[in-house]
């Protein structure tokens, strides 16, 4: 059974940095995109960054490009993705996504992925 644990949410003032882990298992990633999304209360479920099977190709949303980065540890079925100089519209819930597509590039809407994260909680105060 393919399970995704997300960790390392939490209440960061703006400006601060978090970094997110999401440990995967019931299978071998190492050949699939992994990516990471982000929903914020009233609206939809949205791309913020992907990798794919080696991170030599990573996509990110135009409102997180130079403050977000994803990375993945192939050995360890992890994805962990870094955020800096967060400001208060990223608050949201950020889930882990993984493409069963081997050896692909990152996509960026929620029906091509298939499996999902339960979420962790990020806020970012002003």
């Known amino acids: 059974q393919v399970q995704l644990v997300e960790s390392g949410g939490g209440l960061v003032q703006a400006g601060g940095s978090l970094r997110l882990s999401c440990a995967a298992s019931?299978?071998?990633?190492?050949?699939?995109?992994m990516g990471w999304f982000r929903q914020a209360p009233g609206k939809e479920r949205e791309f913020v960054a992907g990798?794919?099977?080696?991170?030599?190709?990573?996509y990110y949303a135009e409102s997180v490009k130079g403050r977000f980065t994803i990375s993945r540890d192939n050995a360890k079925n992890t994805v962990y993705l870094q955020m800096n100089s967060l400001k208060p519209e990223d608050t949201a819930v950020y889930y882990c996504?993984?493409?069963?597509?081997?050896?692909?590039?990152?996509?960026?809407?929620?029906?091509?992925?298939?499996?999902w994260g339960q979420g962790t909680q990020v806020t970012v105060s002003s």
């Open positions: 019931g299978r071998t990633f190492s050949s699939l995109v």
């Open positions: 990798s794919n099977w080696n991170g030599g190709t990573t």
């Open positions: 996504a993984v493409d069963r597509r081997h050896y692909s590039d990152p996509r960026d809407r929620p029906n091509e992925y298939d499996y």
